[in-house]
């Protein structure tokens, strides 16, 4: 058996298979999902080993459990753990919950090293096993490498299933053709990261990474360093607007992870993701992108979409291009580049659950559209295929902080907001020099106050502002039944 620290869990090989910096200590981030699941876990272990009637124990199980969240999660709890019970009731089996794992193991460089897969809890009948993942999210398939070691080791008297408590079902875990080669990937991934354990690899990822206030991806504006007694939120872009017009609704998306009204399991792509798609893949290390024949060969790009829509992507492209020709030397190095900056000041938190001092960390993150150099001056160019907005400001001061630090410009940062539409584009261009940068700073600390006031496990401690933003709320039915 491979010694602990040689042993990785398939959670810990999925994120060092996105990025290897992504595996550290663990932070004080908040991750709400996290855990109510691991409260809700805890309350069904109660519940399984109290021999009390069943509407004692679930009582007990829920007092003992969810006593400290607003009436809120209370209620997502409770339900969460009926639907557990009904897909399964208890029975005469033995119950264990603790260590289950299946291990796949390898000899890498003379040392054996493990990949786990973990469940939560083990039901046993005259020596037939059931295994249980339980899984709250709505997608409840086990991951690939998961199903992989599951093949691999299953034996005869075993079954293995999710609970997924959001579709109120069981599923097997269904397995998997090839886990060998499964496996031996992974290992690879392993391989790769046991030689360089610190490299980065920003993406999509970064969302839900709790390393990002350590990594360097979004540094430290107004601070040296940070510790394990701050407590931490990350806000999107997207978030960091909605927060503009209501607290309640971006603190219940990235401290509470509220349930969206509006889940929404596939969306088409829309003409404006196409046009910011296609112009990315153009214009990107491409210094000829200013020449009638390149522009041209944008219509190669878009081949596959009907005639309409390729006639307004074009157009719209020859809008962009006009504009950027406006900018000599100008050289567009990456598209979707994530920045963003991490801010700290004095808030609450929960000790001993009391309500305390405490430092909190606000974690900024963007991604915009393409960034590059003009001459020496880093430049971050937003496209837009809708008119400006007061909140465009925001965005490019977020930009600007974070490409100060991440681009490492000591003099000025360029920020460019290019609407463009089927006849006509326009730019907005923002410089920012060392004042300009200051005032960004003073204004995110401002912002940082909201976030800081939040009470862990209190959904209803931020404020809210109703207004016409509330038509589009992912949260306006739970909203108003809260007022
Ligand atoms: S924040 Fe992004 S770049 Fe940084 S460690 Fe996490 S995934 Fe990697
Ligand atoms: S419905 Fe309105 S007041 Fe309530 S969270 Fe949403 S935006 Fe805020």
Redesign the pocket.
Do not use: E, M
């Given at each position: 058996m491979p010694d602990r620290d040689n042993t990785y869990s398939t959670n810990q090989i999925k994120k060092i298979s996105q990025c290897h910096s992504s595996l550290g200590k663990r932070t004080r981030l908040a991750s709400p999902k996290l855990d109510r699941w691991k409260d809700l876990n805890k309350a069904i272990i109660d519940w399984q080993n109290n021999d009390a009637l069943d509407e004692t124990s679930i009582k007990v199980a829920e007092e003992n459990n969810f006593q400290f969240y607003d009436t809120i999660q209370k209620k997502i709890l409770s339900e969460l753990f009926a639907r557990f019970r009904t897909i399964y009731p208890k029975r005469n089996s033995n119950f264990n919950h603790e260590y289950l794992v299946k291990e796949a193991v390898k000899e890498i460089d003379g040392e054996e090293y493990g990949l786990t897969t973990h469940f939560a809890y083990e039901f046993e009948d005259e020596n037939h096993f059931e295994y249980i993942k339980l899984k709250t999210a709505h997608d409840p398939e086990p991951e690939l490498i998961d199903r992989a070691i599951i093949t691999k080791l299953k034996t005869d008297n075993e079954e293995f299933y999710t609970a997924a408590i959001e579709l109120d079902d069981l599923v097997e875990i269904e397995s998997v053709e090839n886990p060998d080669e499964i496996i031996d990937e992974y290992f690879k991934i392993l391989e790769e990261y046991l030689i360089e354990r610190q490299k980065r690899n920003p993406g999509k990822q970064c969302d839900y990474c709790d390393q990002s206030s350590r990594c360097g991806q979004f540094p430290l504006i107004n601070a040296d360093k940070i510790t394990n007694r701050v407590r931490e939120v990350k806000i999107s872009k997207t978030n960091l607007v909605k927060l503009s017009?209501?607290e309640?609704?971006t603190a219940?998306n990235v401290q509470y992870g509220l349930p969206r009204e509006d889940y929404v399991e596939y969306e088409s792509e829309s003409t404006a993701t196409k046009f910011h798609q296609f112009s990315q893949k153009l214009l990107v290390n491409n210094e000829n992108f200013s020449e009638k024949e390149n522009i041209e060969s944008f219509n190669q790009l878009t081949n596959e979409e009907d005639e309409v829509t390729r006639e307004q992507l074009f157009l719209k492209y020859q809008q962009l291009v006009s504009q950027l020709n406006n900018y000599d030397d100008l050289k567009i190095k990456e598209a979707e580049y994530i920045l963003g900056f991490t801010c700290i000041i004095d808030g609450k938190g929960l000790r001993d659950g009391k309500i305390v001092d405490q430092k909190v960390a606000t974690i900024y993150t963007g991604k915009s559209d393409l960034a590059g150099r003009l001459g020496k001056t880093p430049i971050i160019i937003e496209l837009k295929t809708r008119p400006e907005t007061p909140e465009d400001l925001l965005e490019a001061q977020l930009y600007a902080l974070g490409a100060s630090e991440l681009m490492k410009s000591e003099s000025e940062i360029i920020v460019l907001h290019i609407y463009v539409s089927d006849n006509k584009a326009t730019v907005k261009e923002r410089r920012f020099g060392v004042s300009e940068l200051e005032s960004a700073k003073a204004k995110f600390e401002d912002i940082s106050k909201k976030t800081a006031s939040w009470i862990p496990f209190d959904a209803l401690s931020p404020n809210?502002?109703?207004?016409e933003?509330?038509e589009y709320?992912e949260?306006?039915n739970t909203?108003?039944e809260y007022?």
């Open positions: 017009n209501c309640r609704r219940w809210y502002t109703v207004g933003w509330c709320c949260f306006k909203c108003s007022r």
